[in-house]
C-alpha cells in the first residue's frame, strides 16, 4: 500500500501541530488510497497522537534513541515515542548524519524500533559531489549495509526505505523520475530477501511532481518535508493521481 510520510521537522510546536492536523483532517473526507503518517516534533508527538486516534492519520517519529529508558539526557525514548501512538520511526535521516553525525548508531535504532513493533524508515541517499562522481550506488549500498547489517531477515520484513538524494531536499530539485527508478529498483535488488519492502522518494516532492514518483512501479511511497507543512498541499499528496 502506498505510504506518504510528512516530516514536519522542527518546524511546529504542539499548538501549530495541532492545527496542521485539524487543517489535514478537515480535507480528508473521502476514503484515503494509501497509509497517511504525520511525523511533528517529538515535543508534539503525544498530543498529536491523542487527535490522529481513530482517524485516516498515523503517527510517526522523526527520530529515536537506541535505548528505551535511562540516564540519557535529551533522548527521545523510542517506548515513549510509541506510547505516544507512533506506528512510524523516521531513522537516519540526512539531516540527522550531516548535523548530527549519525553513523553507526543507526542500526542499533533500527532494531530497536523494530523490537517495539514499529516500522522504520530508513533514510538513504547521496550528495551531489557523490552523485557527480559516480558513487551514488556505493554510498547508498553502504548505508543500507550500515543500518541492516546484523538484522534478521524476519525481524526486517514490512520496512520502508526512503530513497532521498541529499541535494534534493529542502532545494526545490527532485532527482529525474529515471535516477529514481533505478536507485529504487538497485534497492529492491539488494534487499530481496525481504518481505513487504517499501522504497520511498524523497526530495522536494510536492502535489505538481508526486504522479512522476509515484507512478513508477518500483515506488510505493513519498517523504515528504516542505510540502508536508500545509494542510492544503499534504491533502493533495495523500490523494495524488496518476
Ligand atoms: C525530507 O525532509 O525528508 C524532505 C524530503 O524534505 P523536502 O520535501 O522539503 O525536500
Not at 485539524?22 to 497509509?35: A, Q, S, T, Y
Not at 491523542?50 to 517519529?61: A, H, N, Y
Not at 553507526?104 to 513493533?117: F, H, T, W, Y
Not at 518481505?195 to 513508477?216: A, E, H
Request: charge should be negative.
Amino acid at each position: 500500500m502506498d505510504l506518504i510520510v510528512g516530516n514536519w521537522k522542527m518546524n511546529l510546536g504542539g499548538r501549530d501541530s495541532l492545527q496542521l492536523i485539524e487543517g489535514i483532517l478537515e480535507r480528508l473526507k473521502k476514503p484515503i488510497p494509501g497509509e497517511a503518517v504525520i511525523c511533528p516534533p517529538a515535543t508534539a508527538l503525544f498530543m498529536a497522537g491523542d487527535r490522529v486516534k481513530e482517524t485516516p492519520l498515523q503517527l510517526g517519529c522523526q527520530n529515536v534513541f537506541y535505548e528505551n529508558k535511562g540516564a540519557y539526557t535529551g533522548e527521545i525514548s523510542p517506548e515513549f515515542a510509541r506510547e505516544a501512538g507512533s506506528r512510524y520511526a523516521i531513522i537516519g535521516h540526512s539531516e540527522r548524519r550531516q548535523f548530527f553525525s549519525e553513523g553507526p548508531e543507526i542500526n542499533r535504532k533500527i532494531e530497536a524500533v523494530l523490537n517495539l513493533g514499529m516500522t522504520p524508515i530508513l533514510c538513504v541517499g547521496e550528495s551531489l559531489e557523490q552523485r557527480d562522481g559516480g558513487n551514488a550506488w556505493s554510498v547508498v549500498k553502504d548505508q543500507l549495509k550500515q543500518g541492516l547489517q546484523g538484522i534478521s531477515t524476519e525481524k526486517l520484513s514490512g520496512l520502508a526505505i526512503a530513497y532521498e538524494p541529499v541535494w534534493a531536499i529542502g532545494t526545490g530539485k527532485t532527482a529525474s523520475p529515471e535516477d529514481a527508478r533505478e536507485m529504487a529498483s538497485r534497492i529492491i535488488e539488494e534487499l530481496h530477501h525481504l518481505q513487504g519492502l517499501r522504497v520511498l522518494y524523497g526530495g522536494s516532492v510536492k502535489p505538481g511532481n508526486i504522479s512522476d514518483f509515484m507512478s513508477l512501479a518500483e515506488i510505493n511511497g513519498a517523504l515528504v518535508g516542505g510540502a508536508s507543512l500545509k494542510a492544503d498541499s499534504f491533502a493533495k499528496l495523500i490523494y495524488w493521481e496518476k
